[in-house]
């Protein structure tokens, strides 16, 4: 239980983390503490002692019964207890940690683009804040239309992300993923890919929605979902996806 | 206390409403709850029974002991338990309440326009949800300017509002505030002043920042500062603000 007057719960005043655990050991843990703490400079608040964090992270499976097999481990630090939009000088961040089941993701999804579009004129939109109703409502906009996930674009009619998971393309030799500056989550997965040896050439692009028209593949990277192939996109069949995200799949392997 | 795996705290997943209190009176407690009612239909939750909600905010008041003089009372209804973005269908909207001093408000305060934009794009821009860390950036950074407040312009580089208050400015015999969607919230006081007989004609408008530079009067409107005079924006003094809010204030009462 947390305190009613937390200003994650009254303000998505805030950061998460989402890591897989695997029989118990957690995937890239030092990346996602890292990403919390450059999340923490922006938002202006105290980072967590990793060590704190790790074992907050190692309790919560436990606890959970979660050792064996996938589980997701989330962590939540909210900026403390406090009323109003002015955080008291003196607040003290507030560490949350939990563990929940992963099933093994479906290998492919489709897409739908979605209204509700990315604010890229906002830091929160490279951050995992607790302010997340956009991605929210995007994904039910999405379910609503019969897609699996949410295709937003941002303010500038550009290519986003999905409403949990960054997004890729494959064009000729080149291996095409939104800019962080088109207002996009700094993804663990997506930068694992932009960093791995493919055999393509990693692209961090400004494009509008049309590059996917003349793309080969379509996937989306998260923490828990790996790599996923898209298969259609506003019912537009995508058929060359899931053959080219098995080969990188088996590539990263 | 509440749950941990509450979606108000893990994905800002809920709405809010600051309700003024003065010696126990709810003021315009029908409107907050039908704005409330209204956000509901936007994020596809349950809305909270209308003499529920009231009981809360009495039972608020009366366990913090602000039966006399000014209070905020805090409505918070978050969409219930559970993780990921997909609501469960199943899934029972929370509903709590709070109450805390509500000091009378400084009669003026300063501007700085800052860097995070309104998200016009997103229904949550019209929405007191609980995914308010833009406003808490805004105010933040205002603050780290020197200024009171924010002055935040949508995506579109138009005038949108303050972090916590609706945005008015007068220029000749008009009385102007940006149209909701600017991305700025449907506040009351801002809509009792749209149909309040000033001897002013009220516009709702799409307008750039250089608007305010040749207004005669800028200030700010929210349900706990009433009317509040802006005496400067980005260092650029309103010498006729107090003069003219406080004409607007004695027609009001």
């Known amino acids: ?38 999340g923490c400079a922006v938002l202006g608040l105290s980072p967590p002692a990793p060590e704190k964090a790790r074992q907050a992270a190692e309790r919560a499976l436990s606890d959970a019964g979660l050792r064996q097999g996938r589980a997701a481990v989330r962590l939540t630090l909210t900026a403390g207890s406090g009323r109003g939009l002015d955080r008291a000088p003196d607040s003290i961040p507030r560490l949350l940690a939990s563990a929940a089941p992963a099933p093994a993701p479906k290998p492919a999804v489709t897409l739908a683009t979605v209204g509700v579009r990315r604010n890229e004129r906002s830091p929160a939109s490279r951050l995992k804040t607790l302010s997340y109703v956009d991605n929210v409502l995007a994904r039910a906009e999405a379910r609503a239309k019969g897609a699996d996930e949410a295709l937003m674009l941002n303010t500038s009619g550009e290519l986003g992300c999905a409403a949990a998971a960054n997004l890729f393309w494959i064009s000729g030799r080149g291996l095409f993923t939104p800019a962080l500056d088109c207002g996009v989550l700094d993804g663990i997965v997506r930068a694992a890919l932009i960093r791995a040896d493919l055999g393509l050439e990693a692209v961090e692009v400004h494009a509008g929605p049309e590059a996917l028209e003349s793309a080969e593949a379509v996937f989306l990277t998260n923490s828990l979902i790996g790599v996923q192939a898209v298969t259609a996109v506003d019912g537009r069949s995508l058929a060359g996806s899931e053959a080219l995200v098995g080969l990188i799949s088996g590539r990263r392997a």
Do not use: C, K, Y
């Not at 200003?7 to 996602?32: N, P, Q, Y």
């Open 1 to 38: 239980m947390i305190p009613q007057d937390d200003r994650g719960l009254l303000l998505g005043d805030g950061l998460f983390e989402t890591i897989l655990s695997v029989d118990g050991a957690l995937d890239r843990f030092e990346e996602h503490l890292d990403r919390m703490v450059r």
